[in-house]
């Protein structure tokens, strides 16, 4: 595949357009909170949810009916312009490139709200040419109005095709925020035999030998997701972008939401979505680092000051590579700290 040179890759899309980041901006980005901006009742309270998530997105995709796309489009600006976002994020989900409503989202957006909107997320992306089209849009709408910061794009991982060709996704721009796994499209794409979004399946498993004894079968329920998130988590890593978990749909059971949000967050995910306001909490509390283990990771640093050589502690050899692990505990858990004052205080920080 023909790339661009270096210099190139960073230049603007367009004449007067910001220049693109060369690093992400530093952001506590834990839960991504889908609001459903059509309805009125949920927008006026958006206010007072702000503070107590890290993102607030405005969905305009899938989930909300086709004859109130309109009234999302228009109930996200209106939330935009009248909410004070502070430190918590402001993305939106269009809809997909190839639907009716895309071209007249990031129209009235842009023109709208560009200046308070941090990420746009592009659903069903299949590969790095959907991302060029939408980078080379937001750099004409960041020239027309002005705009002094450039808009990120999120993409969703949600098609056979969009896996076969995630790396190049990760690196089609230098827009790229970062990807969400999709899981409910991805398994349309996929053609697996199944009606959840997100999480295991019971019929997901492996089975033990038969014993002579007749003895009943040990099963393990393995994880459908693993494969596509750690290679997500791979391409994202390698091109200095952030994965996310994506939703998962089955609210009452809060186990199983933190279940598949931990796995995530032990392979490298930065957060996962929040769909209600349940699973807030939930989020919260995957996605900030364990007191203990900052407590521990904190003893690493301290020990190895420069971050050379190697050192026992509580019977466990630590050495460069332990000390780089520690030291992403202990980063985030600053961030966390910054943000919330009671683990702060659980941190020592
Ligand atoms: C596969 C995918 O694409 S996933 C992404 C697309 N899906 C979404 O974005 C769904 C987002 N979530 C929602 O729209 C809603 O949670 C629904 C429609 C699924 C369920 O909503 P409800 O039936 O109202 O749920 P419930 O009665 O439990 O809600 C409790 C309260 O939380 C509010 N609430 C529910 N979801 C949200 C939300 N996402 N954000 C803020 N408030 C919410 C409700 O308005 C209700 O408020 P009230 O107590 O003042 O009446
Ligand atoms: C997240 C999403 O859009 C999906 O699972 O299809
Ligand atoms: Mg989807």
């Given amino acids: 595949m023909t790339t661009k040179t270096p210099r190139q890759f960073f230049r603007p899309l367009a004449i007067g357009a910001p220049e693109p980041f060369r690093e992400l901006p530093l952001r506590l980005e834990r839960m991504i909170h889908f609001v459903p901006p059509h309805l009125e009742k949920v927008r006026a309270k958006v ?50 490139l190839n639907s009716p409503w895309f071209l007249d989202d990031i129209t009235a957006i842009m023109g709208q709200i560009g200046g308070k909107l941090d990420v746009v997320m592009v659903p069903k992306v299949e590969g790095p040419w959907d991302i060029h089209y939408v980078d080379q849009l937001l750099a004409q709408f960041e020239a027309k109005y002005c705009l002094p910061k450039p808009i990120l794009i999120h993409a969703i991982l949600e098609t056979a095709e969009g896996v076969k060709n995630v790396e190049t996704i990760a690196t089609a721009s230098p827009r790229m925020h970062g990807m969400s796994l999709g899981p409910a499209d991805l398994a349309a794409s996929r053609a697996m035999k199944t009606t959840r979004v997100g999480g295991g399946h019971p019929e997901y498993k492996v089975i033990a030998d038969p014993t002579s004894d007749g003895a009943p079968r040990a099963v393990a329920q ?128």
């Fill in 47 to 96: 206010g007072d949810l702000a503070p107590t998530v890290d993102i607030v997105l405005g969905n305009l995709e899938d989930a909300i009916p086709v004859e109130a796309k309109q009234a999302a489009r228009d109930g996200f600006i209106a939330m935009g312009q009248a909410v004070d976002f502070g430190k918590t994020g402001l993305w939106t989900r269009v809809n997909a």
């Fill in 222 to 349: 393995q994880d459908l997701w693993h494969y596509t998130l750690a290679k997500m988590v791979d391409a994202c890593a390698a091109a200095g972008i952030k994965p996310f978990y994506g939703p998962f749909g089955d609210f009452a059971d809060e186990a199983a939401c933190e279940a598949q949000f931990r796995n995530a967050f032990l392979l490298g995910c930065a957060g996962a979505w929040t769909l209600h306001p349940s699973q807030i909490a939930i989020a919260k509390r995957v996605f900030s680092p364990d007191p203990a283990e900052v407590a521990f990771a904190k003893r690493i640093l301290e020990a190895m000051p420069d971050g050379s050589g190697a050192v026992m502690i509580d019977g466990k050899m630590q050495d460069d590579a332990t000390w780089k692990q520690a030291k992403i505990i202990v980063d985030l858990a600053r961030q966390v700290a910054a943000r919330d004052p009671q683990l702060a205080a659980h941190y020592g920080m």
